[in-house]
């Protein structure tokens, strides 16, 4: 059953957002279809998709580090009413998905390509496998943009248009220099091993403050606690050494010609100015770099920009919109 879109936004606010959202929920369950996929090793992949009458385009949500599809349903509703399919899944290593690591807060992941494989994955079977004839468009958050700009240089001729919320082009490392944390991570990769515990992560928190978060809605904050804390599953938390060394590496790849010059598609970068979780400065490089892409910065926003404060986010979504539907993006 196809969902009948309004074709208009409407800001849910910080003050409605916990009366709202598990009404927007309910009717989202009567319209998704659900399922795994194989990805390309084996791994399976769990999505949730939606389909609108008379669709513009579909949308592939790729979340972020400790992220799951779940936490996307605002953002989905808003696609769906101004009418665009949606597809969301959890990544390899996190919520409903497989696993390599038994400890349910653990990250792991062999090779961040790993992810990209996914995705392409996702695009072919679910994406292109139930409306083929729309064109496909990315929105994606943090390490997700990250996995997002690696697909879109492997596989430029898939996708037109994409949304980097926050990019995880380089991770911030503390005080400590990118470099001495590449040259610690190896050494915990020599010694330790892949798949232990990086040392420096922090385990999930129950009871978690909204001030310590990368939110400044506490309505939005609290929902998505609520998720975590009633299902184990959403409590990834803490990487493994691997993810770390990967992470760690991924600027390098990022802001190569090999990987900027193949980038074809139409970009939208939206940067927070108060992010304290990715680096601020490789995004503005990495922007410079592509053939077409349209940088924004929310002065005022923490790294999850989608969970900011009612003004922040109706400038983020009228931005969103704009690019989505405009046929000049300068």
């Not at 468009?137 to 996708?159: D, N, Q, T, W």
């Not at 010059?261 to 990495?286: E, M, N, R, S």
């Amino acid at each position: 059953m196809n969902y009948q879109p309004t074709h208009e936004f409407h800001l849910i606010s910080d003050q409605e957002y916990l009366t709202r959202i598990p009404e927007i929920e309910q009717t989202l369950s009567d319209y998704a279809i659900q399922g795994t996929i194989t990805s390309f090793d084996g791994c399976r992949l769990a999505y949730e998709m939606y389909l609108v009458a008379d669709s513009t385009a579909t949308i592939i949500i790729v979340h972020g580090l400790s992220e799951f599809y779940k936490k996307y349903y605002e953002i989905a509703w808003y696609f769906l009413n101004m009418g665009y399919n949606v597809v969301m899944f959890d990544l390899r290593g996190h919520g409903s998905s497989d696993r390599k690591v038994k400890k349910i807060s653990l990250v792991h992941v062999d090779h961040f390509d790993d992810y990209v494989e996914d995705l392409q994955c996702i695009y072919q079977q679910v994406a292109l496998s139930l409306c083929p004839k729309v064109p496909v468009y990315l929105y994606s958050h943090s390490m997700g943009g990250a996995v997002a700009a690696l697909f879109l240089a492997k596989y430029p001729s898939e996708i037109t248009r994409a949304i980097l919320s926050s990019p995880m082009i380089c991770p911030v490392t503390a005080k400590v220099p990118v470099w001495l944390a590449r040259l610690h991570t190896h050494h915990l990769l020599k010694t330790q091993g892949e798949m232990e515990i990086f040392p420096f992560g922090k385990d999930f928190d129950p009871n978690v403050q909204v001030t310590a978060s990368n939110d400044l809605s506490y309505a939005r904050f609290k929902h998505n606690l609520d998720y975590r804390i009633n299902n184990e599953i959403y409590q990834t938390s803490i990487s493994t050494n691997q993810w770390m060394w990967e992470a760690l590496n991924i600027k390098h790849r990022l802001l190569s010609p090999e990987i900027t010059k193949k980038i074809t598609a139409d970009v939208l970068l939206l940067c927070a100015g108060q992010d304290h979780t990715v680096q601020i400065k490789p995004q503005y490089t990495f922007a410079k770099k592509l053939n077409s892409c349209k940088l924004v910065l929310f002065p005022e926003s923490k790294h999850t920009i989608y969970t900011g404060t009612d003004d922040i986010l109706e400038d983020y979504y009228t931005e969103i919109f704009r690019f989505l539907s405009s046929n000049d993006i300068s």
